[in-house]
Nanobody, 123 residues
């Protein structure tokens, strides 16, 4: 079993930056893809960014391109989401997730999920 624990959320102002972390623990951790999702009140959870664990190839939703950066530290089993130029519409609970097998970047079928961390951006 794999456990994912997010950290780094909080209350920030528009234009600020925040870095989220997601640490994985459990049995040998070797996912194919790690992703960051978010869910705002009254909205469905959606993919924000994803990264191939081995190759480091990345994907971003159009709404965050140029502002967010996903990265990973394989040695620490940790994935990060650097969020810059935050906007009020970025307010959401952010979840990290791990997928063990191949899937297209836009797939939302992940095997393990974290508990989520709240990011609130005030105007």
């Amino acid at each position: 079993q794999v456990q994912l624990v997010e950290s780094g959320g909080g209350l920030v102002q528009a234009g600020d930056s925040v870095r989220l972390s997601c640490a994985a623990s459990g049995r040998t951790f070797s996912p194919y893809t790690m992703g960051w999702f978010r869910q705002a009140p009254g909205k469905e959870r959606g993919l924000v960014a994803a990264i191939r664990w081995s190759a480091g190839t990345t994907y971003y939703a159009d709404s965050v391109k140029g502002r967010f950066t996903i990265s990973r530290d394989n040695g620490k089993n940790t994935v990060y989401l650097q969020m810059n130029s935050l906007k009020p519409e970025d307010t959401a609970v952010y979840y990290c997730a791990a997928r063990q097998t191949y899937g297209i970047f836009t797939s939302t079928q992940y095997d393990y999920w974290g508990q989520g961390t709240q990011v609130t951006v005030s105007s």
